[in-house]
């Protein structure tokens, strides 16, 4: 729809009436040169071109009231736009240390190690994360981060699922994880902050404790929620055809005494169920904030009418040129 963003000048449109209120200028009103015989060839001029003189006229007017629509400024408001969704900033820690190979869960009815499982199901969660900024820190021996904060889910879940084991090392830094996730989330906004670690061991590497960059990430105002995972029911064959279940070297003590010292929850999943169960109650814990607010987009149409106006002052002079041309000729 079109719209007009100074409708008053619309009050200048009768102006040029209150030219005929004027008061004229007669004979006796001050000293004049009076040349009778221009005035007498002028009006039969006037009267010999009555359509010249209304057609400028008609123009006159249209041009004017262009011009006067060109000051409010028409606009052109267009559809409502939806406006980027504002979140929260929720970075993923995901262990790739060794351990992460043991194949202790059922995936499609077949065993599967511990990173396939989380893969199948993050993968879910983060495209669920609509709004979110998600960012991706893959730790071992050392924590890289993977993908920063961003709005892309696509490539925050294509980079986690390219993910393999050992890529970060074989032991596990708890700490340098936390760590790395609370720098790159501390410039972030107050109570939007949230970190979800994975990991399936404890402490066997790194220069930060985890238990010291807890503080340092309630400090910073970002809340953990961890997950442990392994130690299901599965195992594997043993030399001597015996079944013997998966050693896990988890620590839920140390996991649960970071979730509650940055307000966040420790959760264990020692099958794939419980693991989808998990992200689900995340989702209810830290939902994305799905902002309603919308824009309309402005375009200022002004220069339409005013280019018409201007066309039209072409017009009126090159009528006024014919006439006094075709006066001219009359007289020779």
Known sequence: MIILAWPWALAALPLPLLARFLPAVGPGSGAALRLPSLQAEGARDLAGAPRHRRLG????WIAWVLLVLATARPEWLGDPVT????????????DVSGSMENEDY??????????????????PFIE???????????????AYLQTPLTHDRATVQAMLTESVIGLAGRETAIGDAIGLA???????????R????????TQTAGALAPLEAAKLAAEAGVRVYTIGIGGGALGVPSPFGMLRRQASDLDPA?????????????????????????YDELDRLEPSERDARTYRPLRSLYFWPAGAALLLAFLIALLGVGRGQGSSRDVL
């Open 57 to 60: 006229l008609i123009l006159a």
């Open 83 to 94: 406006l980027p969704l504002a979140g929260r900033d929720l970075m993923l820690a995901v």
């Open 106 to 123: 059922l995936l499609g009815g077949r065993p599967a190690n511990r990173l396939d499982v989380v893969k199948s199901v993050a993968g």
């Open 128 to 142: 669920r994360r609509q709004g979110d900024r998600l960012g991706l820190i893959l730790f071992g021996s050392r």
């Open 182 to 192: 609370v720098k790159r989330l501390r410039d972030r906004e107050d109570d939007n």
């Open 194 to 201: 949230v970190l979800i670690l994975l990991t399936d061991g």
């Open 254 to 278: 140390t996991l649960e005494a970071i979730a509650k010292a940055t307000g966040g929850r420790y959760f264990q999943a020692t099958d794939t169920a419980q693991l989808e169960a998990i």
